[in-house]
Structures are given as structure tokens and as C-alpha cells.
């Protein structure tokens, strides 16, 4: 990944202002591709355990925000906090550097992604591809790995399928497998980028019942970027309306869906409405 | 003179052949061997973000690709004494067909990882695995499969390359065949001997390699 040049955070204290502290937080941060600004100057701050999902039109920035905060992308400009610590770079004797690769595998690993064509590895099974970066990441043995795997693989509810390929499993039970290898490696943070997007209607549901099931039972900050409105208006804690890299609109499902206040949501909204 | 080919005579001369034919095989093998490994650091290097390495590695890889293999081992064999530094023909030899062909293997194995879907990159980066582990238990095993049956075209070609070490008089197959030869003036059984080897030996490898193949294959 080239690293671009960046602007320095001022002061690490005028961040951590008001208390519980974010789990996620976005400052300032802007994605450019050459002339393109994909995200423009964004602030957002997702607390601990709480689900977000992120809803908007094609090119809105919303799967690039998720890509900025996995690192898989490098920023333009801004700056991502996760758990309290910077992301892209660390404070070394009270001033901040880019990070060095073992801070940002750590940083890192505190957040899983799941991916809309899953990116399974083909070549291992589905216990295999989960018990991969708890192994050679965390350090575990293979057989703390095995048994931590085949008990994920049970909560997404394949843990017959655990010496399947993935070439092997319908697309609904590949994503699962994808739940069940992100979250091996207990992150904090969750990022579900279109989950469902390529799945045909019925799959969908069972990959949603996961999601449920994991917000429900464990204590996981998530962020979604989803075109189910249904599941996003019944299972999110707030939902952010993305236009042109910025949020045009955010808040508590009930108001947003039956109240929309900007024009480019109601917009928006109708358009999904008529789809359906 | 006889023009029919003289079995007895050709029985005669077997032993002498077989004995050379083990060099060929040996030097193949051994190149070979060479030229799988030292390709994908080629390759690797290659794709480097550090762009200095990135532009010699290319720079080296053409520039050997582009010349003939028979200059390359005069260059090893007959130029490098002149600065210090001397092998025997058959390391010369060995050495040059390895490089040589490793430039070839470099090219295949970057098709073959250019053929990695983008989403597994970001797969072993969301996962954090190290750069190590991305490439040996993740890419690789993807980038390799698919190009065994080139690969294995170049250990055939190579097989066929062998003759031109006889240039720096390694006594391989090729050379022990003319030597038969240029010894009795009957060149007849001597060369379709070799020539019959070399068919033997290749459809072995080609046999071989799809084998390979067959193992490797995902269920």
C-alpha cells in the first residue's frame, strides 16, 4: 500500500473529548482517486456496540469508508481512531508517526470485514480458511484454533460443512463461513460491506439471522453498508444517509425511515420504496 | 556402405550413450530445480513496491530472456575466467541453463499472480496476516496451480536446450552422440539413438507434469 502524505493530528487530547469514548471515530477524514473525491472531510463516531448501518446511492463512498478503516485503501486526508488509538499512525515520545507495520496489525486486528463476493480461500476448507489468521496471527495452536473455529462455525450453524471447500457451498453458507473466519480472530469492530448484495433472496435471510444472532449475543460494534432496508430499520441502532462522500442525514431508524428530513433522502427513499 | 540401420552396432554403442544421457538428465533435473525456486524470487521481487528492485529485477529478467542461452554460458564459461572467477563446464553449464530459464519461469509465475482475484489480497489484509503468510498460504497455492502446465513446458524445452552446453564441452547426450559418430562415420545410429532418447525422456516429463497437475487439483 503506498502511503500518501497526510495531515498530522494537532493535539492526541482535543480528540478524546466527550465520555463513553468512540469506537470507531472518523475525523476530517477524505478519500481522493486522483480528481475524485470519494470521501469529502467525513466526521463520524460509532460507539461502542452500536450498530450502524450505512445506506446511500452507487458512488456515495459508503464501501470506501469501510475500506479506509480496514487499511485496505490509504487515506487522502484525516484521521481513523479505533478503541482510542490512532489507526494509520502511533504516538511515539508524545508526537505522531506513521504507524509501523506491527501497530497497524494490531490496530487491525481489531476489526473483521466481511466482503460482498466473500473472498473465501478456495484452496482450504471452510475450517481451514477460519482457523488461517487465528493460527499464524494470534499465535494460537492448532488445536485451540480448530476448537475455536468449530465452535464459530457452529453459531453460523455449518458445523457439518466444516471440511467443505467453498466451491463446495451455496453462496449463503460461504458468506456464513465468512462471519465465522473474521470473527476468529475476535475483533472488536465488525464491517459488512453489502453481505447480501450477492445472494439471491433467499439465501439472504439466513446470512441476516446470523448478523441478528451475533448482535444480539456478543458485544460487537457493527458497521453495515446494506441496501436491506428492511433489516437495517429493524436491527440498526442509527442509520447514515451517504451522498457524494458525505452524510447527508443520520439517526435512530424509526424517525429516519417514517421522517426523513433532507430532500435527498426522502428522494432516496422513495426510489427504494418503488423498487420493491 | 550399409545404409540400413545396423542394430548391433547400435547395441554397441548404447552403453556409452546411456552413461551421457545421465548427465542430461542430471543438469535438467538440477536447472530445473533451480530455475522453479530462483523464478519466483524473480517474479516476487519484481512486483516489489521498493521500485529500484522492482526496475532491476525487470531490467535482468529481460536482458537474459533476450539473448541466447548459447552466448550465456560462453559469457560463464569462457569470460568470467578472464575476471577471476572460473566453474567447471558442467557447474557453468548447469548454472546458465538455470538462469536462463528461471527468467522464463519468472514470467509465468507473474501471470499466475496477476491472475489472483484482487479479493484475496484484501482478504489476507483484513485478516492481518503478514506478508509472509499472505504469500505462502495464500497466494501462492492460487498463483501456482493454474500455471503448472506452462512450467512444465519449460522442463521440456529445457531437455532440448542440454545440446547447446556441448558448446562449452559438456559431454552431454548431443556431443557423445557426434563423437560416436565422427569416430566410426556412421552417424546414422548414433543420433536416432539420441533422438529417440530425448522423445523417451520428454514424454516421461510431459507425463509427469501432468500428474502434478492431476494432484493438485481442488476438489
Known amino acids: ?267 432516496f427513499l422513495r426510489a427504494v420504496h418503488e423498487a420493491v | 556402405m550399409n545404409n540400413l540401420f545396423d542394430v548391433h552396432y547400435a547395441l554397441q554403442i548404447l552403453p556409452a550413450l546411456l552413461r551421457a544421457s545421465a548427465y542430461t538428465i542430471a543438469i535438467t533435473l538440477i536447472g530445473f530445480a533451480i530455475a522453479l525456486v530462483l523464478g519466483l524470487g524473480f517474479a516476487i521481487l519484481r512486483r516489489s513496491p521498493i521500485k529500484p528492485v522492482a526496475r532491476t529485477v525487470g531490467f535482468v529478467v529481460e536482458f537474459i530472456r533476450s539473448t541466447p542461452l548459447l552466448i550465456q554460458v560462453y559469457v560463464l564459461f569462457y569470460v568470467l575466467p578472464t575476471y577471476g572467477v572460473t566453474m567447471s563446464a558442467l557447474t557453468a553449464g548447469t548454472v546458465g541453463i538455470a538462469v536462463h530459464y528461471a527468467c522464463y519461469t519468472s514470467e509465468v509465475y507473474r501471470a499466475g499472480l496477476n491472475g489472483v482475484p484482487r479479493g484475496q489480497w484484501e482478504a489476507a489484509c483484513a485478516l492481518s496476516l503478514s506478508p509472509w503468510r499472505t504469500y505462502a498460504g495464500v497466494v501462492l497455492p492460487q498463483a501456482i496451480r493454474p500455471v503448472v502446465p506452462a512450467l512444465g513446458n519449460y522442463l521440456v524445452a529445457m531437455f532440448k536446450d542440454t545440446p547447446v552446453l556441448s558448446a562449452i564441452t559438456v559431454v552431454e547426450l548431443m556431443q557423445q552422440a557426434k563423437n560416436i559418430g565422427s569416430e566410426t562415420f556412421r552417424f546414422l545410429e548414433p543420433i536416432t539413438l539420441a533422438g529417440l532418447f530425448f522423445l523417451v525422456i520428454s514424454i516421461a516429463s510431459a507425463q509427469l507434469v501432468r500428474r502434478v497437475e492431476l494432484r493438485l487439483r481442488l476438489p
Request: charged share 20%.
Open chain 1, 1 to 267: 500500500m503506498k502511503r500518501e502524505p497526510m495531515t498530522v493530528l494537532s493535539d492526541a487530547t482535543a480528540l478524546g473529548a466527550a465520555a463513553p469514548q468512540p469506537m470507531v471515530r472518523f475525523a476530517g477524514v477524505t478519500k481522493r482517486y486522483g480528481a475524485l473525491t470519494v470521501l469529502d472531510a467525513l466526521d463520524l463516531d460509532v460507539a461502542p456496540n452500536e450498530k450502524v448501518a450505512i445506506i446511500g446511492p452507487s458512488g456515495s463512498g459508503k464501501s470506501t469508508l469501510l475500506r479506509v478503516l480496514m487499511t485496505l485503501d490509504p487515506l487522502s486526508g484525516g484521521a481513523i481512531e479505533v478503541d482510542g488509538e490512532p489507526l494509520t499512525h502511533m504516538r511515539k515520545n508524545g508526537a505522531l508517526v506513521p504507524a509501523s507495520a506491527a501497530h497497524l496489525r494490531r490496530v487491525r486486528s481489531k476489526i473483521g470485514m466481511v466482503f460482498q463476493s466473500f473472498n473465501l480461500f478456495p484452496h482450504m476448507t471452510a475450517l481451514a480458511n477460519t482457523i488461517e489468521a487465528p493460527m499464524h496471527v494470534l499465535g494460537l495452536s492448532r488445536s485451540e484454533a480448530t476448537e475455536r473455529a468449530r465452535e464459530l462455525l457452529s453459531l453460523v450453524g455449518l458445523d457439518d460443512k466444516c471440511d467443505h471447500y467453498p466451491s463446495q457451498l451455496s453462496g449463503g453458507q460461504q458468506q456464513r463461513v465468512a462471519i465465522a473466519r473474521a470473527l476468529a480472530m475476535r475483533p472488536k469492530v465488525m464491517l459488512f460491506d453489502e453481505v447480501t448484495s450477492a445472494l439471491d433472496p433467499e439465501l439472504c435471510g439466513e446470512v441476516l439471522n446470523v448478523i441478528r444472532r451475533l448482535g444480539a449475543e456478543h458485544n460487537l460494534t457493527m458497521l453495515m453498508v446494506t441496501h436491506q432496508m428492511g433489516f437495517a430499520r429493524e436491527f440498526a441502532d442509527r442509520v447514515c444517509f451517504f451522498s457524494q462522500g458525505k452524510i447527508i442525514e443520520q439517526g435512530p431508524p424509526q424517525r429516519f425511515f417514517t421522517a426523513p428530513e433532507h430532500e435527498r433522502t426522502r428522494q
